[in-house]
């Protein structure tokens, strides 16, 4: 053989690169379905509560922009228009406090509950295919994987079995509370961060002793503080952007939890508390680094509020409601909807069997201290829901709540009451997942007995699909574009009449239009009450409320110079570019003939009257 002749790799290098490559694929497939192989039962349950979140909310699905929430409509618009401003983080267009609404003053974002986090994320499909579907995608998400997260939190960290895990985070993701609350309050069905804020605080208590796992004490890992820490900050922060009403509430429940457990396991908190201390400290650093100026903003910005504007006495759980059945549950009646303040707050409705199955599992299960810890922050927290003064069957007893201790404590006594409710629902899945996993570690009649007792207690409060309902479509005007004939991009549009939190609907018309143009007034938080405090919406101009009026009665009201005056310098205040009557509108040939009064002939574009101011 000539010494010339080419070895193989260097006479064919390209056929070394095309062998390699088949290999390689078929191993990345190899490793796929060897994955899929071994965590199939955790895709089954996850696809199981696709499924059954897609079922309670399948009443939109048909058509997210013509149905809406038929319980809680007025919020479902709110939200679909919190969705839009938050797009506009795509186009180079977003402030923490917008123009788009209350016009001139602007609405402060981070003062409502605008999940600005989700709003981006979910950008695309809100430019694409319409905020409504981002919305009815969000309701559905929400419930799915607030039960996957609590799913593998119960798995993955405190090893117990997958039947037990998939009982505890189904009903995390699918308790009376969480589907209640789907009723148009993403903000607090958005909880699939929430177990992994759990999983890093106990990460870094881990890290944190030195005493854990080992034979003999050594140091604390560090390294594992360090990343939970920074962990632990980036949770939070994202939080804070979904909502930060979750963030609230789990960081009570957790304080409750760790001052249990301290109490119960003094050595464990004498050996981890200045590491564990340590770490926390330097996640809420690191989390203020980004969190100062939104939290600043909120609170002290433009348009900021600094308290709450709902009554803690109002929002209060009646105590009959613990052991009544959710209206939304298989075993619930309607009869029990007047033992809270709305259908989106039927946070306390676990029912008396889920109850009973509760007590019994943390008896039998109770020498772990867990069990006892959760306990005591079940307590807390459903004392804490009763509110200032107790409730009963919904009378008022006059005696005097927990939550009484939490009066005139900045931004805590803001909280509804009723919502510490919902830290119930993980609380009580800790203890059902715990029972059941011993119980199918065991060999006696309560291998059985516990499941079914379990599967018994939850069968009740199985929820139901979420009511629904048609919604009238939106005008040409809107959905064909034809408004920016009437108003340039940015500029402010006057709808008649104007939206109010009790009727919103035009703020579906910004919703359709990505938020393209400004509104007077709406439905938002602002700095509208008593002496700067927060109130829902803003002050009507004279203006507004005699077109109110009209739209409200259908009177013809006498209309002067006086009138017309007033009527150019609400246009003025507001900036607006043009006003604009819909055929659909109440009362539309009243508003029509007093708008001519007030602003002069109008122009017909589409299906609108349109009045340049």
């Given at each position: 053989m000539s010494s010339a002749a080419p070895t193989a790799p260097d006479a064919a290098p390209d056929q070394a690169v095309r062998l390699?490559?088949?290999?390689?694929?078929?191993?990345?497939?190899?490793?796929?379905?060897?994955?899929?192989?071994?965590?199939?039962?955790?895709?089954?349950?996850?696809?199981?509560?696709?499924?059954?979140?897609?079922?309670?909310?399948?009443?939109?699905?048909?058509?997210?922009?013509?149905?809406?929430?038929?319980?809680?409509?007025?919020?479902?618009?709110?939200?679909?228009?919190?969705?839009?401003?938050?797009?506009?983080?795509?186009?180079?267009?977003?402030?923490?406090?917008?123009?788009r609404l209350n016009a001139p003053d602007g609405v402060n974002l981070m003062a409502n509950t605008t999940i600005i986090a989700l709003g981006v994320l979910c950008a695309p499909v809100t430019l694409l295919f319409g905020a409504p579907t981002s919305f009815a995608l969000l309701a559905a998400a929400n419930l799915a994987g607030t039960a996957l997260a609590w799913y593998l939190l119960f798995h993955r960290t405190m090893r117990v079995r997958r039947l037990a895990a998939a009982v505890g985070g189904g009903l995390c993701g699918f308790g009376p509370g969480m589907v209640s609350q789907t009723n148009s309050h993403l903000h607090m069905t958005a909880q699939w961060l929430v177990p992994v804020i759990v999983w890093l605080v106990v990460r870094l208590l881990r890290a944190s002793d030195p005493?854990?796992?080992?034979?003999?004490?050594?140091?604390?890992?560090?390294?594992?503080?360090?990343?939970?820490?920074?962990?632990?900050?980036?949770?939070?922060?994202?939080?804070?952007?979904?909502?930060?009403?979750?963030?609230?509430?789990?960081?009570?429940?957790?304080?409750?939890?760790?001052?249990?457990?301290?109490?119960?396991?003094?050595?464990?908190?004498?050996?981890?508390?200045?590491?564990?201390?340590?770490?926390?400290?330097?996640?809420?650093?690191?989390?203020?680094?980004?969190?100062?100026?939104?939290?600043?903003?909120?609170?002290?910005?433009?348009?900021?509020?600094?308290?709450?504007?709902?009554?803690?006495?109002?929002?209060?759980?009646?105590?009959?409601s613990w052991w009544?059945?959710?209206?939304?549950?298989?075993?619930?009646?309607?009869?029990?909807?007047?033992?809270?303040?709305?259908?989106?707050?039927?946070?306390?409705?676990?029912?008396?069997?889920?109850?009973?199955?509760?007590?019994?599992?943390?008896?039998?299960?109770?020498?772990?201290?867990?069990?006892?810890?959760?306990?005591?922050?079940?307590l807390v927290m459903g004392a804490l829901s009763l509110g200032p003064e107790v409730v009963l069957g919904g009378t008022r007893t006059a005696l005097p709540g927990p939550y009484a201790l939490l009066a005139g404590l900045p931004v805590v006594d803001g909280a509804l009451p009723m919502r510490f409710g919902l830290a119930l629902l993980p609380i009580v899945a800790t203890v059902l997942t715990l029972a059941v996993d011993r119980a199918l570690g065991s060999t006696g009649r309560a291998r059985r007995l516990v499941p079914l007792a379990v599967v018994a207690a939850l069968l009740p409060i199985f929820p139901t699909p979420l009511p629904t309902a048609a919604r009238p479509a939106l005008p040409e005007f809107v959905t064909g574009g034809h408004w920016r004939q009437c108003v340039e991009p940015g500029g402010v549009l006057v709808p008649v009449p104007l939206p109010t939190p009790k009727?919103?609907?035009?703020?579906?018309?910004?919703?359709?239009?990505?938020?393209?143009?400004?509104?007077?007034?709406?439905?938002?938080?602002?700095?509208?009450?008593?002496?700067?405090?927060?109130?829902?919406?803003?002050?009507?101009?004279?203006?507004?409320?005699?077109?109110?009026?009209?739209?409200?009665r259908g009177d013809q009201p006498a209309i002067g110079d006086e009138q017309r005056r007033q009527a150019a310098k609400d246009a003025d205040f507001w900036g607006a570019s043009c006003v604009v009557l819909t055929d659909d509108a109440p009362h539309a040939a009243s508003l029509k003939t007093t708008l001519e009064q007030l602003y002069g002939p109008a122009t017909r574009i589409a299906d609108a009257w349109t009045w340049k101011v």
């Open positions: 390699a490559d088949p290999v390689e694929r078929a191993s990345g497939a190899v490793r796929l379905r060897t994955a899929v192989r071994r965590h199939r039962t955790d895709l089954l349950v996850a696809l199981v509560w696709v499924a059954l979140a897609g079922w309670l909310t399948h009443g939109l699905w048909p058509d997210p922009g013509g149905r809406t929430l038929a319980l809680n409509p007025e919020d479902q618009t709110l939200y679909e228009w919190f969705l839009a401003v938050d797009a506009r983080a795509l186009l180079g267009d977003f402030h923490l406090l917008t123009d005493g854990e796992g080992r034979s003999r004490p050594t140091a604390p890992d560090r390294r594992r503080m360090i990343s939970s820490a920074v962990g632990l900050a980036v949770a939070v922060t994202a939080q804070v952007f979904i909502g930060e009403e979750v963030l609230f509430l789990s960081a009570v429940t957790l304080l409750v939890m760790a001052i249990a457990y301290a109490l119960a396991d003094r050595d464990l908190a004498r050996r981890a508390l200045p590491g564990f201390a340590g770490g926390l400290a330097i996640a809420a650093g690191l989390a203020m680094l980004v969190l100062g100026y939104p939290l600043w903003f909120q609170f002290a910005g433009p348009q900021g509020v600094a308290d709450g504007m709902f009554s803690p006495a109002y929002f209060s759980a009646d105590l009959s009544a059945v959710s209206p939304l549950s298989v075993a619930g009646s309607d009869q029990a909807s007047r033992l809270t303040t709305g259908p989106a707050e039927y946070n306390t409705f676990l029912g008396w069997p889920l109850l009973l199955v509760t007590a019994f599992c943390a008896i039998w299960a109770g020498r772990r201290r867990l069990i006892l810890v959760c306990v005591a922050a079940a009727e919103p609907w035009p703020m579906r018309w910004a919703a359709a239009a990505d938020a393209g143009f400004g509104l007077p007034e709406g439905f938002f938080i602002g700095p509208y009450g008593r002496g700067g405090t927060a109130a829902m919406g803003t002050f009507k101009q004279p203006t507004s409320a005699l077109l109110a009026d009209v739209a409200r």
